[in-house]
């Protein structure tokens, strides 16, 4: 009996032993990464996204211990069209480079395993990236509150790996950055000023010159405004509009009439305000009861319709007119007396022409 006994023993202590060693080897866990997690789960741009990061994939693993809150492809999606970006690396430009990206994954990442059994009420968690993340469980679900103000939702919980667990969400987390302010010639596009790019465009090396130019303010003229200033000139196309105001140089006058050499925000401004262009000629800039109106050298007043857009090297306000500098144009008896066509002025003074000629439209 004693023997049984001992046979007995032995054999259930070798059972004990092969089981837990059958246990460690079939460890979900064990071998597992956050980034082969990640695959598993098709996070394929979030994946993409960390390894565009030298270094970060290593240095999650080498992390003691994570929790990863996971966007989706779709967030990211999402987190494409919100920056106006048309891939990855797109939206790495548009976040200012590969270190922000690194602050954005990092902000994603809480130094220490936090299972959802863990969580009640409202935590804050400080992140790989040093600012915080607020987390929220309620009836409702989890929830993660960014340095945004930006709430995304957790739709799968406690996918654990061999040095932490994550928790997919629905929405790229984003933290207090400094992101890349666009250009002129981006908010031009975002704001669909199509003429405006075209006459930029017309002046040869203008568009640079403003991309380069110091700190500068441009009252930009919307579509509907160079629509009206066509028919106020009579001019089928922008083409023929530069052949009314008397060429490229003078477009390029009337374009710069609207650029002013020094950055002016709205709430920069007095009720009064006169500032000269780089054109070399002033603008009046009006502020009262909250709206900005600007009046150029033939008195005509526009309406600033957005105002304070910030870009690289100053600020663009939306206007609805475009604003006239003096172009000192020749009528039509200065241009014939400067062309030496003495007979037809003559003619002219004899049948008592000047007053209706001088007065007519271009």
Do not use: W
């Not at 098709?42 to 994570?66: F, N, R, W």
């Amino acid at each position: 009996m004693t023997k049984l006994f001992k046979y007995l023993f032995i054999g259930t202590a070798l059972f004990s032993m092969f089981s837990c060693q059958e246990i460690v080897d079939a460890d979900p866990i064990e071998g597992r990464t956050v980034v082969s997690v990640a695959q598993n789960e098709g996070l394929t741009t979030l994946v993409a996204a960390v390894q565009a990061v030298p270094g970060l994939e290593s240095t999650l693993q080498s992390q003691s211990s994570i929790t990863v809150f996971a966007p989706t492809n779709e967030a990211f999606a999402a987190a494409l069209d919100a920056f106006g970006a048309s891939d990855l690396n797109d939206l790495v430009a548009k976040l200012g480079g590969a270190t922000n990206l690194q602050t954005v994954l990092g902000f994603h990442v809480v130094p220490s395993r936090i299972l959802s059994s863990s969580l009640s009420g409202t935590s804050t968690v400080t992140t790989l990236a040093g600012q915080q993340l607020t987390v929220t469980r309620s009836i409702g679900g989890i929830t993660v509150v960014d340095a945004q103000g930006n709430t995304a939702n957790v739709l799968e919980t406690d996918l654990q790996f061999q040095n932490g667990v994550m928790h997919i969400i629905d929405r790229v987390l984003l933290p207090s950055i400094e992101l890349p302010k666009p250009n002129l010639v981006e908010v031009a596009n975002e704001f669909g000023l199509n003429t405006l790019l075209s006459a930029v465009n017309a002046v040869d090396g203008l568009g640079n010159t403003l991309l380069s130019a110091g700190e500068i303010t441009v009252f930009a003229p919307t579509n509907e405004a160079f629509a009206a200033a066509l028919e106020v000139f009579g001019a089928a196309d922008l083409n023929a509009l530069v052949i009314k105001l008397g060429g490229v140089a003078n477009l390029e006058k009337v374009l710069g009439f609207h650029v002013v050499p020094a950055v002016a925000f709205s709430g920069d401004l007095q009720a009064s305000n006169t500032f000269t262009t780089v054109a070399g000629q002033d603008l009046l800039v009006e502020v009262s009861g909250g709206s900005v109106t600007v009046t150029d050298r033939l008195g005509r007043t526009v309406n600033v319709v957005a105002a304070d857009i910030e870009i690289a090297n100053g600020v663009v306000h939306v206007v609805d007119g475009v604003l006239l500098p003096d172009l000192m144009l020749p009528n039509v008896v200065e241009a014939a007396t400067a062309a030496g066509l003495t007979t037809l002025i003559d003619a002219v003074t004899a049948a008592d022409l000047g007053g209706a000629l001088l007065g007519a439209d271009a």
